[in-house]
């Protein structure tokens, strides 16, 4: 049978390198064991557990941390909080949404759901917009592109 501790001392050992707090690393943990729990057949060769484990563990580390940076909010240049602020940043943003409206349906529908949906992952994008996950990446950046260009042709840089 398993040492659960050891092997659970080796699933955190490995998280470390994702540099999670402790609390944090310790739930990534208990997830991997409960994910070996609910997909029965997930574990093939009993010998591997370990790995399997650090394996799923590693993945729900990397999706936190995507997770954790898309939801962190950095404050935008010229966040002051004075009137004129408040006059130049509702100016930009009908600039933008408005630019946004301009856009072909797919970059608008893509730009919506970045902005308001902003957990959702490529794949789920991908199943929203009817295109291939591997295609989000690079209407992404088209799109983005496009959105630039015309912003900076309304004078906003």
Do not use: F
Request: glycine share 6%.
């Amino acid at each position: 049978m398993w040492d659960v501790n050891a092997v659970s001392a080796a699933v955190l050992k490995a998280l470390k390198a994702y540099r999670l707090s402790e609390a944090d690393a310790k739930d990534i943990c208990q997830e991997a064991w409960l994910e070996l729990l609910r997909v029965p057949g997930a574990l093939r060769d009993e010998a591997k557990l370990g790995a399997w484990l650090t394996t799923t563990a590693r993945r729900r580390a990397l999706r936190m941390i995507t997770r954790d940076r898309r939801e962190t909010s950095r404050p935008l240049p010229g966040t002051e909080t004075t009137p004129e602020a408040e006059v130049v940043r509702a100016e930009r943003d009908r600039a933008l949404w408005a630019a946004v409206d301009r856009l072909p349906d797919s970059h608008r529908r893509l730009v919506r759901l970045l902005a308001h949906r902003p957990e959702l992952s490529y794949a789920q994008i991908a199943g929203e917009l009817g295109i291939s996950p591997a295609s989000v990446g690079r209407l992404r950046r088209r799109c983005l592109d496009r959105l630039r260009r015309a912003l900076e042709k309304g004078g906003w840089a």
